[in-house]
């Protein structure tokens, strides 16, 4: 039962003023609020003081005679703070049901329950409620809940090729520090490719001794300025040398160099996409070294200084962005042998921020040595990068690993965000003839599909919008940088727009899953009347990007992308009323 009810005499005090004047007291209960979409009714009041107790008292047969008599409605069902009961029969008398949504901030109470645990016997769906707060005891006026009609969307499915900020092929046509991109042909990949990354592999050669010149800094800038303009995103990688003789630098001058890159990276990590963590070896991929251990003969030194490299690369990027390390074994053996978890995922750890990049994907057995041990790493990888960006290129033809099945099978197992177009053409011919390279470029990284939502048709100002929204991510993997999403209300007579931020992180939309997002959101005061059209937008979160489409995601549905403003339209209108 209920921890207090109103004392005998307050309760016949409102029960006789209810009946003479055929409105209970309302002294302290104010914007009452009650709106519902197919599953739930939500619930809320502002009120003065500081009751110990907030309850609601519905009456949903909308029969007086029956259920606990309160002013001029029967009760059926109580809600108090945050829990709900049933009446039992008799006076107060009631059956604990179960726990319930509950707020309790800024003198507003609010409470979401779901229809079925109500009943809703009248005919039609409708129930008459009171609201009170104890003590001081105060009971608000009858509210009479006729269910407010609800509109469900079926979205179809797109399934053509798009663009899609942040995942899918890219391009890598030459050295970042000696061949400049070129702004035109980048805005192509946009427009004619549907590619949105390209890879910067920025050689410092010639400042294994000394540091960077300024020039050269310069010249990085230039091309992520170019990037940047264009609409793309960079995977960046530094190396000292492209020959296996593993010129590289000593460990003390590579802390330098990324001290100065610094600047660098926390400027522009807006359109930094992820950051191999190269700097040790030939093409930065850890294996022939002159500091570091070379060709896998690596001591415990090594190990520790290699390490030093990685966390010093982690502590100059800004925290919003990732590295990654060119093999499992790497990893494993720097930062533990377990795989992150959901519960580890994106808090800001070490082994939170690294991933991985395989840069011989089904060239033989083992990847030409990506992996040591399969059946360990395998299960490890397949685990963690839920949560963790792989990506890279195919270097060798290898039939019959190297062809559709085993690529189906690895990318989706290992959950690849990207790839590259350029290299191995072999390898993406045999997907070609096999035909799954159209698959694949539509499903690596992430793709998520609407499949339905539930609208109300009409509200209020300042009252409630709930509604739910079912979505299914078809790619091989969820998105690794953070993004934010939102509900816009746009008025279809004077565009004005309303942005809703949700409480969603689409980080969590993991591949082969379906996501259900259920919200209300409080309509404001000052919003006018009129009719509006519900838009999703999930923009980048970088305040240089945020209002910019290229940066936002595009839903794979028919009719609802709107490229001019980035939003993705649900297809649905709902009138705000006075």
Known sequence: MPRSKPTLAAWLFTLATSI???????????????????TQIYYSYTYSGAPTYKRAYIDTDRNAGTGFRVGTIGANFLIENGSLYKHAGGGWNWQFIKSVSYSNTSNTAKWTVLRADI???????DADLLFQTESPLDTSAKITHIYSGNT???????????????RGFYHHT???????????TLKNYRTNEAISLVMCVFYLDGFQNSLISQATLD??????????TAGLKVILRFAYTSQTSGNDAPLSRVLDHLNQLTPIFQSNSDVINVVQAGMIGAWGEWYYTQNFGNEGNVSA????NRKLVADKLLSVLPASRMIQLRTPTIKRTMYGTTAITASQAYNGSANARIGHHNDCFLASATDFGTYQNIAVEYPYLAAETQ????????????????ECATAMDELARFHWSYLNTDYNVGVLNSWQTGGCLTEIKRRIGYRFELKSGTFPTTTKIGGSLPFTLSLQNIGFAAPFNARNVELILRNTSTGALYRFPLPVDPRLWLASTTVSLSHAITLPANIPAGDYSLLLNLPDPATTLKNLPAYSIRLANNGVWE???GFNKLLHTVTITP
């Open 119 to 125: 009943g809703e016997s009248a005919q039609p769906n």
């Open 387 to 402: 949560y963790l960006p792989i990506g890279g290129e195919s270097c060798a033809v290898n039939p019959p690993r190297s």
């Open 219 to 228: 010249r990085l800038q230039s091309q992520l300025n170019t990037v940047r």
């Open 20 to 38: 003479l004047f055929s409105t209970p007291l309302a002294a302290a209960i104010t914007n009452t609020q009650v709106t519902n979409n197919s």
């Open 301 to 304: 030194a090594d190990w520790l």
């Open 563 to 565: 490229a001019a403003s």
């Open 152 to 166: 469900t969307v079926s979205y179809a499915a797109d399934n053509t090729l798009f663009i899609n900020p942040e």
């Open 174 to 184: 030459g050295d970042c520090d000696k061949d400049l991109f070129d702004l035109n």
